[in-house]
């Protein structure tokens, strides 16, 4: 399967725990996201790489997250000092330079914080 | 006020039905508009772009209203296949690039 891949699918921890996602996108896809969906929501953009680089962060993304694309392949999203907040789907998504806007979606990371 | 609002139904329709759905948007200066699918528990997908003149793909046209900053879907022919979430999806011009600002979405069930 060539799609968009995240690890963990499920994530269950208690509140403040720190937790790390992984994201492995479309192996040509230079652009990589992060969003957060909630039930009854659509995606909500969290941060966005080019590369390596973090073009751009969503006020969503408060100091408690950091993301990173070291070698701009795949990216970890982490969250420290969980909250009951946190609670959600984590979206990937990657897509090509020129069709920045057909993204393609991995199946998320659902999070429970208890 | 959302950037991108929906009304998220759900629209309940017999298969074979038309069902339209529509979506308001507020930042005037996005350009790039979109509908994006999600099944139950599944990764959103996209579906089709919307360009001003309106397109068709299929079962499915788009629309869009830069006047009115108004975007509708309209599905012929409803399948039981079609039942899922769909997305309103619009760009929102930023710092470094274009963002892809989501709709809560609309849900649709399409009964046999």
């Known amino acids: 399967d060539t799609g968009v891949s995240q690890d963990p699918r499920h994530k269950i921890t208690k509140r403040g725990q720190n937790v790390t996602f992984r994201c492995d996108p479309i192996s040509e896809h230079n652009r990589l996201y992060w969003y957060r969906q909630t039930l009854g929501q659509g995606p909500e953009f969290l941060t966005y790489f080019q590369n390596e680089a973090q073009l751009e962060k969503s006020r969503l993304l408060s100091d408690r997250f950091s993301a990173e694309r070291p070698k701009g392949s795949f990216s970890t999203l982490e969250i420290q000092r969980t909250e009951q907040g946190d609670s959600a789907m984590y979206l990937c998504?990657?897509?090509?330079?020129?069709?920045?806007?057909?993204?393609?979606f991995g199946p998320g990371t659902r999070l429970t914080v208890t | 006020r959302k950037e991108v609002e929906q009304d998220p139904g759900p629209f309940n329709v017999p298969e074979g039905a038309t069902v339209a759905f529509n979506c308001t948007y507020s930042n005037s200066a996005s350009q790039s508009f979109f509908w994006y699918r999600q099944d139950c528990r599944k990764e959103p997908k996209l579906l089709m772009s919307?360009?001003?003149s309106g397109n068709e793909d299929g079962r499915f046209t788009a629309q869009l209203n830069r006047a009115s900053q108004y975007i509708s879907l309209l599905i012929r022919d409803s399948k039981l296949s079609d039942s899922a979430t769909y997305l309103c999806?619009?760009?929102?011009?930023?710092?470094?690039?274009?963002?892809?600002?989501f709709g809560g979405g609309t849900r649709l069930m399409v009964k046999p």
């Open positions: 999806v619009v760009n929102r011009p930023g710092n470094a690039g274009n963002m892809l600002t």
């Open positions: 998504a990657s897509s090509f330079r020129d069709r920045i806007y057909e993204q393609y």
């Open positions: 919307v360009y001003s």
